[in-house]
Nanobody
Framework: QVQLVESGGGLVQAGGSLTLSCAAS????????MGWFRQAPGKEREFVAA????????WYADSVKGRFTISRDIGKNTVYLQMRSLKPEDTAVYYC?????????????????WGQGTQVTVSS
């Protein structure tokens, strides 16, 4: 059983940086994809970034490309999301998600495991 625990959220001014962490216990298979999603009030949960546990290939939403970086530490079973040049529109609850399989559409509907979420608030 996979358990995901996010941390690192908080309040930051526009233009600032923040790094989120997702500790993944029970995750030992290289066929897992790990992703970050976010959900703002009144909006659907949306894809932000993803990484293939085995190999480290990465994918990003257009809205965060060039500002956010996803990475993983295999020894610590942890996935990170480095966020730079934050904007007020990045304000949301950020969720870590895991998907097991050979492919992934990057949609939230295919996520097998979710973390509890961590709030990120960017003030203008």
């Amino acid at each position: 059983q996979v358990q995901l625990v996010e941390s690192g959220g908080g309040l930051v001014q526009a233009g600032g940086s923040l790094t989120l962490s997702c500790a993944a216990s029970g995750l030992t298979n290289s066929r897992y994809f790990m992703g970050w999603f976010r959900q703002a009030p009144g909006k659907e949960r949306e894809f932000v970034a993803a990484i293939k546990w085995g190999g480290g290939s990465t994918w990003y939403a257009d809205s965060v490309k060039g500002r956010f970086t996803i990475s993983r530490d295999i020894g610590k079973n942890t996935v990170y999301l480095q966020m730079r040049s934050l904007k007020p529109e990045d304000t949301a609850v950020y969720y870590c998600g895991g998907h097991y399989g050979s492919t992934w559409s990057l949609g939230p509907g295919e996520v097998d495991y979710w973390g509890q979420g961590t709030q990120v608030t960017v003030s203008s």
